[in-house]
């Protein structure tokens, strides 16, 4: 039996990908930038075996604090420096940062004790908003973690709230390819899972 456990976690792996970075404008004065997290993977730890949500840096941040306060006793990984002079327009500084928000979650999927918050694969397989992952994390949504990973594309999620179940063949949505995006060919990194 340990040989087929040991066989089995030499096998398994996690493929993390941060990629496609998008610019948005929220109002005349503010916009955001974006990026594509691609996940593929044949672990038992995830429920979907590939997903593609978007996330922006600010959501990074709060995954580490989230992850902070979850793993008092280990440290956890640090994320590329906040830059107020980030600019899209600047392909070293947005594929710095993107190769730094992909270290950050290979990092993290490196560690064990990290793989139990619900809310990293929140994070990584739906696209729910910050705000309804804490809230279905702490169980007050009408919707499991499962669930919401399951059908991550919002259009399911809203009728998980209404119906409270949802077709098992639901797929994540990727990202329309509107807007700037830089090359990503440096981008897909296998990574071992749990592996020595």
Request: charged letters at 25%.
């Amino acid at each position: 039996m340990d040989s087929m456990l040991e066989n089995l976690s030499k096998t398994e792996f996690v493929s993390i990908c941060v990629r496609d970075p998008m610019l948005h404008k929220d109002n005349l004065w503010h916009t955001h930038v974006d990026y594509e997290i691609c996940l593929h993977t044949n672990s038992m730890c995830f429920r979907k075996k590939t997903s593609c949500v978007r996330r922006r840096y600010s959501e990074f941040v709060w995954l580490r604090h989230c992850l902070e306060q979850n793993a008092l006793t280990i440290e956890v990984p640090k994320l590329p420096p906040w830059n107020p002079f980030f600019s899209l327009k600047n392909t070293e500084q947005v594929s710095q940062r993107m190769n730094g928000l992909q270290e950050f979650l290979e990092n993290v999927l490196h560690t064990p004790l990290l793989l139990s918050d619900s809310r990293l694969h929140l994070f990584l397989q739906s696209d729910l908003r910050i705000t309804k992952i804490e809230r279905c994390a702490l169980g007050k949504t009408r919707y499991t973690v499962a669930e919401a990973i399951q059908c991550s594309n919002r259009h399911y999620i809203g009728r998980l709230e209404v119906k409270g179940s949802c077709d098992s063949d639901c797929e994540s949505t990727s990202s329309s390819g509107l807007g700037r995006s830089v090359d990503t060919t440096s981008g897909h990194s296998l990574v071992p899972f749990l592996g020595s």
